[in-house]
């Protein structure tokens, strides 16, 4: 244990068996049946968790609905202050927490250390939003009447997230959802169970040390079939999903029927434009890390890029060259560049993706491949791929959750733009000019058609002031920054007559 793991799981409150079933500081057993969680980046246990029942699913929104009559009623800036101490709480476990998902998940330990960061500035947004939930007032058209707008807590919020971002996603949406009044019922994935509980009894401390109720932070561990239960689940009237699109769709028949509300943050498929006017430096770094950071499991990862025919050549050879110095091993040992991706049917998928495009008439740049023997014996270790491809194939329309890079090329800015929006997704997007005019074409309406478009700055990798999420089968929802909290709460206009008549409104007359 050269990496000091399991005193980090010690510190962090991991056993060898844990329950998976929480509304807070008490966790509740059950006969429900216990999975493992393995380690890509070994292929060993690191522990087993009990998961989730329909009966114990039921407790747990029991009491989140007995929560949110107390919670809701706590004023937003001391809400704001119980945020304030998780944030701090998750500084003092940043490396602990940053290890884990490492280990849990795969991504390198610098990234792991990243999230945990991404879950203490999102905690410091929402310490300052929780003064800042504004509404607005209005003119009314009646004389002696006044007009407003304000924002409720709506309730439980139903937080189901993927492997790939196994805390941040938590926290982008519970440190929000919290400051806005709501209680929390979090499924993380079940392919990342522990970083759960250690998120878990994080938040529990905190709000043990408030007095507050069992209930606002509750954590269900379980695979689809509980995230079915919550969709279904019409005493959670906004699920927020995350992960596929196959999934985000489901999610959001279920939730649709009961015409509940729904927040969807699903695939991607991101592409950079390198325009003949890129700084060829700053574009490389850009697709480099877009490309083969988190072994290409970001939904923001970039997964093709469209290249000028005068520097395509430069760029191809340029990217063989990089990724020729690229090391792939253990994330935890920061010597490595490139760790595993989550398990082997990740791998069974990537296989495919570079079977397929192979089939469809696509070029190796630098060929894929499973790697074996020492140090690899998870068997999830994968070289990052580049081919180049028609942005028409169906391999390249679809997301393929794996660090595979494809190379397209075009002659004008429109048809460049063109090929970057012509894929169902739209998530993130880049161009890389020091061309004011190319810059520009790119972000007006004319331009990308994605939630996020960069200037000089690859896909991947989002800050936490600004409106996270994308549209088309990206799902359309905005989370973290600017005004995403009000998904969060429910709007009420409100209109008040302090004259002594009752005039209606448009001048009707009813006089009797
Ligand atoms: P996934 O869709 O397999 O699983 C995501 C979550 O949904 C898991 O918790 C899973 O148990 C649950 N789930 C699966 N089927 C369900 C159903 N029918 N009803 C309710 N819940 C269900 O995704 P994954 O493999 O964990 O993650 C990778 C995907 O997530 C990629 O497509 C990636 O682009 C996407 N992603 C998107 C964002 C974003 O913000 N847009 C962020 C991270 C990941």
Redesign the pocket.
């Known amino acids: 244990d050269q990496f000091g793991i399991q005193e980090s799981l010690k510190r962090l409150g991991i056993q060898s068996e844990n329950l998976g079933v929480s509304t807070g500081s008490k966790w509740i057993d059950s006969e429900a049946s216990l999975i493992a969680s393995f380690s890509p980046v070994d292929g060993k246990e690191i522990a087993k968790v009990k998961l989730a029942s329909k009966e114990t699913f039921e407790q747990v929104m029991d009491q989140a609905q007995k929560a949110f009559l107390h919670w809701r009623t706590v004023p937003a800036p001391q809400r704001g202050e119980v945020v304030r101490e998780i944030g701090n709480a998750l500084r003092d476990a940043k490396e602990d927490l940053g290890k884990l998902v490492s280990f849990e998940m795969g991504k390198s330990y610098q990234e792991g250390l990243g999230e945990v960061q991404e879950m203490i500035d999102i905690c410091d947004f929402a310490v300052g939003l929780s003064r800042q939930l504004y509404g607005l007032t209005m003119h009314s058209e009646r004389p002696g009447h006044r007009m407003y707008e304000q924002w409720h807590a709506i309730g439980a919020v139903g937080i ?6 196994p805390v941040a ?1 938590w926290a982008w949406n519970a440190a929000l959802a919290w400051v806005c009044g709501d209680v929390c019922i979090w ?5 990342a169970p522990l970083s759960g509980i250690a998120c878990q009894k994080i938040a529990a401390k905190v709000f043990q040390k408030h007095g507050l109720p069992e209930g606002i932070s509750s954590l269900v561990i379980g ?2 079939k509980i ?2 239960l ?2 279904n689940e019409s005493r959670i009237p906004l699920i927020s ?7 985000g769709k ?2 959001s028949e ?1 939730v649709g029927r009961r015409l509940g509300r729904s927040l969807l ?4 498929n991101n592409a950079i434009i390198i325009t003949e006017n890129a700084d060829m430096d700053m574009a490389i770094r850009g697709a480099l890390f877009g490309a083969v950071g988190t072994a290409g499991q970001r ?1 923001t990862s970039t997964r093709r890029l469209i290249i000028h025919e005068n520097v395509y050549e430069e760029v191809k050879t340029r990217l063989a060259s990089a990724y020729s110095k690229l090391v792939i091993g253990n994330p935890l040992d920061e010597k490595n560049h490139v760790g595993p991706v989550i398990d082997l049917d990740a791998v069974k998928m990537y296989e495919e993706a570079i079977r397929k495009v192979g089939e469809e008439g696509g070029k190796p740049v630098v060929e894929g491949g499973v790697l074996s023997g020492e140090s690899y014996e998870s068997g999830c270790y994968v070289k990052p791929a580049i081919y180049e491809a028609e942005n028409s194939f169906k391999i390249v329309q679809h ?1 393929t ?1 794996a660090p595979i890079l494809y190379l397209m090329k075009y002659s004008t800015i429109e048809e460049a733009i063109a090929m970057q929006n012509g894929v169902p997704q739209g ?1 993130s997007s880049a161009i890389m000019t020091t061309n004011m005019r190319e810059a520009e074409a790119f972000l007006s309406v004319t331009g990308s058609d994605c939630g996020i478009a960069n200037v000089n700055i690859g896909t991947s990798g989002a800050e936490i002031g600004g409106a ?3 549209e088309k089968e ?2 359309g929802g905005r ?1 973290s920054g600017s005004d995403a909290w009000k998904a969060y709460m429910r709007r009420q206009t409100n209109t008040i007559n302090y004259s002594s008549t009752l005039p209606l409104a448009q001048g009707i007359k009813f006089d009797i």
């Not at 189901?160 to 971002?165: E, Q």
């Not at 499924?187 to 392919?191: G, L, N």
């Not at 943050?265 to 991607?268: D, F």
């Open positions: 189901i997230s993927a492997f790939n971002f996603v499924k993380p994935s079940e392919k695979d689809y995230g079915e919550m969709s999903a995350t992960g596929s699109t196959r999934m489901l999610v279920a943050e699903l695939g991607g939904c997301e959750f998530l996270f999420g994308g990206t799902g989370e």
